[in-house]
């Protein structure tokens, strides 16, 4: 075959070698991990047809202006019982007479007002476990105060997951569609992070959750001591938790667009990096076979750009990295296309190899820069 005698008369056939390596390492992620996601049919799992109590976890720190735009949205849910916590922390604007206004309308919206700066964890974990303690019911539903539900069936749609052993259901939190091109890179990301932590649920292998939308059960939190373990870590309420008390048999997932959650992505690119290293001084905390399988993705995709630009500065016959790099962008864009219809994003379909480059630079300089971090404030 051509293409084999290209790789044994050339000099460099280790390099090519490698870039198959890598190649089909790749592909593995693509075709038997992440296409669990892609091709999920929900229409074939499991749902309750019983309509168990929820409590709505929101902890807000002057979200004013988010809570007036908002709360409302959450708390007009068609859903026959259920209640929303709001976690009032020490806020000192007009957050605490918005949420008495609103409790007169709402006698379903219960106020945790907490007066004084008494958060002896870092973030937002001390006003999330108050929350948590103050709710009345075992099955509770966490959103962020800056983040909307997609439909007045959010609750329902979340719910109806929680079926047998089910402790712990994994949702998704889009980013609404803005002008810019910054709002489609932001939203790319949060595809294909939520591509990674569905589909390595769906394979069993549970390891984080978006805290705008996640829902577990209360008796869970309080059994294995809710944050204790990563208290001085100042995110982690979502991710970390979820990557200790998540398993395969106890966790699922709602991709479905009834059941997400919108929130604002970031204006400028400063911010939203800001926002990005924050979320990722977690990772290094993960358990051991999550920070392998994630590790060897993120390492198989730097390698496959390397070493392709590597061989094509050094003349390597283009028709054989053509073919190479063709089979990759082939079954990269049958995942992202099936993967944006499962959840519902739309409008950078086209750009979205372009996007994964970008990402890919960015997040190899946060791996840097995450090394000098500061401890961030909610």
Not at 80 to 101: H, I, K, M
Not at 140 to 158: R, T, Y
Not at 305 to 329: C, E, K, N, Q
Request: aromatic fraction near 14%; proline fraction near 4%; hydrophobic fraction near 45%.
């Amino acid at each position: 075959m051509a293409w084999l005698q290209s790789i044994v008369s050339s000099q460099w056939w280790p390099l090519i070698v490698a870039l198959m390596a890598v190649l089909l390492i790749q592909l593995i992620y693509y075709w038997f991990i992440f296409s669990r996601l892609a091709f999920y049919n929900h229409a074939k799992r499991p749902v309750t047809d019983s309509k168990e109590p929820v409590s709505v976890i929101i902890c807000a720190k002057n979200e004013y202006h988010n809570l007036v735009r908002f709360l409302p949205k959450v708390l007009d849910q068609n859903y026959p019982e259920f209640e929303v916590v709001v976690v009032n922390d020490a806020s000192d604007d007009d957050t605490y007479y918005l949420l008495r206004e609103l409790a007169d309308k709402y006698p379903h919206l219960k106020l945790v007002n907490i007066t004084q700066n008494l958060n002896f964890f870092t973030g937002k974990k001390f006003p999330l476990s108050i929350g948590i303690k103050s709710a009345k019911y075992d099955l509770v539903l966490l959103a962020d105060a800056d983040c909307f539900p997609s439909g007045p069936d959010w609750i329902e749609s979340m719910q109806s997951v929680f079926t047998g052993k089910t402790e712990i259901v994994l949702g998704y939190g889009p980013y609404a569609p803005q002008p810019g091109i910054l709002n489609r890179i932001i939203r790319y990301d949060t595809l294909m992070v939520a591509v990674q932590y569905m589909s390595l649920a769906l394979a069993g292998m549970p390891y984080m959750g978006v805290g705008r939308n996640l829902a577990y059960r209360k008796s869970l939190f309080f059994n294995i001591g809710g944050f204790v373990k990563h208290y001085k870590i100042s995110s982690g309420d979502d991710d970390l938790f979820i990557n200790q008390v998540a398993r395969g048999s106890n966790t699922r997932i709602q991709p479905l667009a009834a059941g997400h959650t919108f929130s604002k992505s970031k204006q400028t690119f400063s911010s939203w990096f800001r926002q990005k290293k924050r979320h990722l001084t977690t990772g290094r905390l993960y358990r051991p076979g999550h920070k392998l399988v994630l590790g060897l993705f993120s390492f198989s995709q730097l390698a496959f750009f390397g070493l392709l630009t590597a061989l094509l500065i050094f003349r390597v016959d283009w028709m054989l990295l053509a073919g190479i790099f063709g089979v990759r962008l082939i079954s990269q864009l049958i995942i992202v296309k099936k993967s944006m219809i499962r959840l519902n994003e739309k409008h950078f379909f086209l750009l979205s190899p372009l996007f994964e480059i970008i990402l890919m630079m960015i997040n190899l300089i946060l791996g840097f820069t995450g090394l000098f971090s500061k401890k961030t404030q909610w």
